[in-house]
């Protein structure tokens, strides 16, 4: 099954150490033959350029030429007959981003985590995204966490068919399986990241499920855990990905969903030092 994208945006916001970000964008477009876009948006409260990117004439002011000649020489370095189009805006990276991702199930955003603009781009849009924490040139091992539900079927085969050169794992945890009148916005927002989470399956239901994750595995070919943690949701999926070597986590977004949903996606995001691919 292969994946939606048509156009991959590579989001920068500083020229800082942008050649990853340029690199994943040259490569992914290649590789799956989507529109390659590069948008720079220079948030001026947050970023200072060096001074080979500002106007002399006017203090502080971005010299849009200069970025985009940095930008084309790097391009020009990793793909010498990529087609592509290079954008640069001062401020509103949001809206800045909108004004040109105009198909958001068709689109991947690729950027660097920065934690007063990430967490707004999530939120506010429904794009996938994949978010660059580390300076890998590839992934070993990949972590899935899955509720065993439909949707979660649609991102295994997206993330087998975009890291086939990668260890695919799932992971399963028994509380992901909640009532659906539990989930509501104020307890999204709150009881999944500041309390315990204590379901009680019978169990009965619990061999039922752990059965059909068995099954998941089989069907894919690959490999995974069934776990049966007792902390706070969100620490323990932090603590597992650190334990077991994970360099990308590759998510499932639904907001409708309490283990899915963007507010445990950027605390996880917020505390781990890994990349992260968000699908939906």
Known sequence: MKHPFK???????????????????????????????VLFVHEEPLFEL?????????????????????????????????????????????HRLETIAKEPKETLVI?????EITPTLIEETSYAFWVLKESK????????????KEPTMKAINYALHIFKESRLFLVHDHRYLVDTLAIQA??????????????????????????EF???????????????ANGEVDEDLIEYTKKNGFDL??????DEEMFSSSVLILRLMEKLKVDFFISF
């Open 50 to 94: 060096p001074d080979i990117f500002t106007l002399k004439r006017e203090e502080n002011s971005l010299d849009k030429e200069s970025i985009k000649k940095e930008i084309n020489s790097q391009l020009l370095e990793l793909s010498p007959n990529e087609k592509y189009a290079i954008f640069v805006y001062v401020d509103d990276t949001l």
């Open 137 to 148: 040139e590839s992934y070993n091992k990949i972590l899935l966490p899955t509720d065993l």
């Open 111 to 115: 950027t660097s985590y920065h934690k």
């Open 214 to 228: 068995e099954n998941y595995l089989k069907e894919f070919g690959i490999e995974g855990e069934f776990i049966e």
């Open 7 to 37: 156009k991959t945006i590579v989001l920068l916001n500083t020229t800082d150490n942008i050649k990853n970000a340029l690199k994943k964008g040259v490569e992914f477009s290649k590789q799956h033959n989507t529109i390659l876009e």
């Open 249 to 254: 986590l590759f998510m499932y977004r639904n």
């Open 186 to 211: 104020d307890y999204l927002n709150v009881a999944p990241l500041t309390s315990p989470i204590t379901i009680e399956l019978n169990e009965e239901i619990k061999e039922a499920h752990k059965k």
